[in-house]
């Protein structure tokens, strides 16, 4: 077997003849044999540094060698086996129940949400009128916060587990099957709820549960060793159930709060953790086309993208969740917060471009929190929130243009923004907290002028604000068994958890955790 590269003009298809003439050639077979050889497409990705181009890379075999082909594992009947919780339905929450489907366990899990698609309408809620359900909304629900946040698939590092088994699995319920080769993969926030539901119907149908609007209220350990799990149903005040389990995964999402304040009040340990906070930048995509594109963008390319990280006085800042062709949503889990996020459709084809750009937070940077101990941060997080949205009294965002906000002088004007509940003119840069604004301050003109010449501009607007990057608060687990550090079968699992941070790595995640049981 060897490696080869191949590389051909965006909108031509690499054809047959091109491959097998360049395994032959890398091999040293003879032309006469090219129909012979074997070949697998591993990666895909643009090249626009010269030419715009496709860049691939493929495995080549010859004709008495074998191609190893990966194959999944079956899932087992589980109707009558033992049930092991999940709290969450979530990336760490599916495919923990997926890989306990063929371990033979019967996957229960609790889900405080709705279904993926009755939690469209909450959602449509809370952007048109600005009602938030806080059990309900674009981080909680089936599927978790990436079903609504594009579907992007970028952890391509092995170092987690193997990556083969989350995205086949995502493959054999409806994802396209490029994402087996993108180097940037994702599959869109319309096509990712059928493939959130696919899953569902096969944990069921192999006899799995799911309970929607059951959120988690209490965890007890009881003298035996298994774990009473009591779930509260929203949609019904007082409507208590208890769950028993032998053990216990835990993949709430990085916005559970209220699972970080149980621990706290039951003395389990949980851990402040460093996380970032910032803006929301939103471009015209036509922009980004033409700087990342170099001006030679056309209407066949795939929507350009961009990311960035660089160090400002001791503290990264970098881009986030970027969404190409996409648009900003509303992600508050509370009344009297607001919080955005970025999403986009499988085509990608809105006339705007968004990104987190955000900095990095420590504990120590914020020694007047220290009070709140473990969950520091997490206050921390809340007040930054909260101070948005005193300013509006509402879900608008406060906003500013890019180069007035590192000018420090108020916008005259605002550009149109896809944000549907509207942005409010505000001093941006004296809402953020001042370790957050300055460093942002010098971040975009470096970026404008280093790396992506056109970036730094007063027509890109930036929005206040994205907290929601990843947890404030660590669960600590033993690095082997990956139980909680004091509490044997309970697996903190995920982003939540502090451990994963996106789909792919938090799905890894769930599938670790459901391996050690």
């Not at 001006?295 to 970027?322: D, H, L, N, W």
């Not at 939540?496 to 799905?507: H, R, T």
């Amino acid at each position: 077997m060897k490696e080869i590269e191949i590389t051909c003009k965006l909108g031509k298809e690499l054809s047959e003849e091109e491959i097998q003439n360049a395994a032959i050639k890398a091999l040293g077979m003879s032309p006469k044999a090219k129909a012979q050889v074997k070949y697998r497409i591993m990666r895909r990705s643009i090249d626009a540094r010269t030419d715009i181009l496709y860049r691939y890379r493929l495995e080549v075999y010859k004709p008495d060698e074998v191609m190893p082909e990966y194959v999944l594992e079956e899932y087992k009947d589980v109707t009558n086996a033992e049930p092991i919780v999940i709290v969450g339905a979530g990336p760490a929450g599916m495919f923990a129940a997926l890989r306990l489907l063929m371990n033979g366990f019967k996957p229960v899990i609790l889900e405080r949400g709705k279904d993926v698609h009755a939690r469209k309408y909450d959602m449509a809620k809370l952007s048109r009128e600005g009602v938030v359900n806080p059990d309900s909304n674009y981080c909680f629900g089936e599927g978790g916060a990436g079903t609504f946040s594009d579907g992007k698939l970028y952890t391509r590092s092995s170092k987690r587990g193997d990556i083969r088994e989350v995205l086949h699995q995502l493959v054999r319920f409806g994802a396209d099957p490029s994402i087996l080769i993108d180097a940037h993969p994702h599959i869109g926030s319309d096509k990712l709820p059928t493939v959130v539901e696919n899953i569902r119907k096969c944990i069921i149908e192999h006899g799995g549960e799911y309970h929607f609007d059951s959120r988690v209220t209490d965890i007890v350990k009881r003298p035996d060793g298994a774990f009473d799990i009591t779930v509260s149903d929203p949609e019904s005040a007082g409507s208590l159930t208890v769950y028993t389990s032998r053990k216990v995964i835990l993949a709430t999402g990085h916005s559970a709060r209220d699972i970080y304040e149980m621990f706290d009040r039951k003395g389990w340990e949980i851990q402040a953790k460093g996380f970032a906070l910032g803006v929301r930048v939103e471009h015209p995509q036509s922009l980004i086309n033409k700087i990342q594109y170099h001006g030679k963008y056309q209407p066949y390319m795939p929507t350009a993208e961009y990311s960035f990280v660089t160090q400002i006085e001791g503290r990264g800042v970098f881009s986030f969740c970027m969404c190409p062709g996409g648009i900003l949503v509303p992600a508050a889990t509370a009344e009297g917060e607001l919080v955005l996020n970025g999403m986009s459709n499988s085509a990608r084809n809105s006339k705007w471009a968004n990104s987190g750009v955000v900095v990095q937070i420590e504990p120590e940077d914020f020694p007047e929190y220290a009070q709140h101990g473990p969950l520091a941060l997490l206050q921390f997080q809340k007040d930054v929130e909260r101070k948005m949205f005193e300013y509006t009294g509402s879900l608008k965002a406060p906003a500013q243009r890019m180069m007035d906000f590192c000018r420090r002088i108020p916008s005259t004007g605002l550009p149109q923004t896809s944000y549907h509940p509207g942005a409010a003119n505000a001093p941006l840069h004296e809402l953020l907290p001042e370790h957050v604004s300055l460093r942002l301050k010098y971040a975009f003109p470096q970026i404008g002028n280093k790396k992506m010449h056109g970036y730094y501009t007063n027509d890109a607007l930036l929005l206040g604000v994205e907290s929601r990057t990843s947890s404030p608060v660590r669960i600590p687990r033993d690095p082997e068994t990956l139980e909680h550090t004091q509490i044997s079968g309970l697996y903190p699992c995920g982003e939540g958890a502090g451990y994963a941070g996106g789909i792919v790595s938090s799905a890894l995640d769930g599938i670790n955790c459901a391996a050690k049981i």
